[in-house]
């Protein structure tokens, strides 16, 4: 890219003010770094993901859905800590200069600035096979962000939301990359939980958003909290649309080991209970108490007081 029509597409596509303007900043992109104010009492909260076309995501997908897919990601990381959003850069490698792509990339991850209310501070813009690197900026009050390694014997353990949609989503997806229907679009536009994390800050002893599936997500809070669980696979939330296009095994395959739906998995003493059941009817959003935190290491299943086989595979890993 020459260096005028490289400029020219950073100020074009993102450096907008629909994608400056949800979090004030001292000073936004243009300059060789952006200057961010930190109200007092809060500490930052960061965090970065890459998402390479073939592996995150079809590169076939119209470019909105991939920017809200990356962004959304990246958000539920900020939900999961109980942080707010606040700032977040884009380092972008993109094969060509492509206006149908930009366009379509800038107006969804502008969407979604808006609706969370974060702002572009910056990034960076080169060629190459597409891949887009995000990192978000949140911050949280002063020791209250919600960890993986809190959780206690005897906690009851949630999930938000309904699961295994994401991955329901995306076989969808691969028939028509242009579905827009409800499972796709709980794989291109999952629901970051951020004002859930942001309530549970002092109450859930662990959280964790659910990127690679839930058995291996709830793995980390109990590998980190150095104790294990039992969960009840009848328990398991699922939507009713899933329930009507799926096979009832491969739903729970789905919820268990699918993976990206971001929904959020926490642990909390059991005398939340009540305002657990107050919070998810007053925001109509399921919290589903799906097992209890045990003193025995490891992680076991349960159908109507049988113990079950755990699946061979726990989930999504790279290597
Ligand atoms: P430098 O060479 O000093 O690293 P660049 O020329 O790469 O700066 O970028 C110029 C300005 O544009 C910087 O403020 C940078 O943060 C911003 N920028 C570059 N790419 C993007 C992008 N994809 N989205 C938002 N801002 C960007
Ligand atoms: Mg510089």
């Not at 792509?101 to 107006?107: A, E, P, V, W, Y």
Request: net charge negative.
């Amino acid at each position: 890219m020459s260096a005028a029509g490289e400029f020219d597409l950073i100020r074009r596509y993102f450096h907008r003010p629909q994608l400056q303007s949800a979090t004030p900043m001292a000073l936004g992109p243009g300059d060789d770094c952006a200057l961010l104010d930190v109200p007092s009492g809060q500490q930052l909260a960061i965090s970065a993901d890459t998402l390479v076309a073939g592996v995150h995501f079809l590169p076939e997908m119209p470019a909105a859905h991939i920017a809200q897919r990356c962004l959304c990601a990246n958000l539920s990381d900020l939900a999961a800590m109980g942080a707010k959003p606040a700032w977040f850069t884009l380092c972008l490698t993109l094969p060509a200069n492509d206006e149908t792509f930009l366009q379509g990339f800038s107006d969804g991850l502008a969407q979604v600035a808006q609706r969370y209310g974060i702002s572009l501070a910056g990034g960076d813009t080169t060629r190459g096979p597409l891949s887009i690197s995000i990192q978000v900026i949140g911050w949280v009050p002063q020791g209250h962000a919600l960890q993986r390694n809190g959780a206690q014997i005897g906690d009851d353990i949630y999930v938000s939301g309904y699961l295994g949609d994401a991955a329901g989503g995306l076989a969808c997806l691969q028939e028509n990359v242009t579905d827009t229907g409800y499972l796709a679009q709980r794989f291109y536009a999952p629901t970051p939980r951020l004002e859930l994390g942001q309530w549970l800050q002092d109450k859930a002893t662990a959280a964790i958003d659910i990127s690679d599936g839930l058995l291996q997500d709830v793995g980390h809070i109990l590998q980190q909290s150095r104790l294990g669980a039992s969960l009840d696979v009848t328990q398991l939330p699922i939507s009713q649309t899933l329930a009507t296009q799926v096979p009832l095994a491969e739903q729970e395959r789905l919820a268990l080991a699918g993976g990206e739906d971001f929904e959020l998995c926490f642990t909390m003493p059991q005398s939340w209970r009540a305002q657990v059941q107050d919070y998810s009817k007053q925001q109509q959003l399921p919290l589903t108490r799906i097992g209890q935190v045990e003193a025995l290491s490891g992680l076991r299943l349960w159908r109507d007081g049988q113990a079950e086989v755990l699946p061979e595979n726990l989930g999504w890993q790279h290597f």
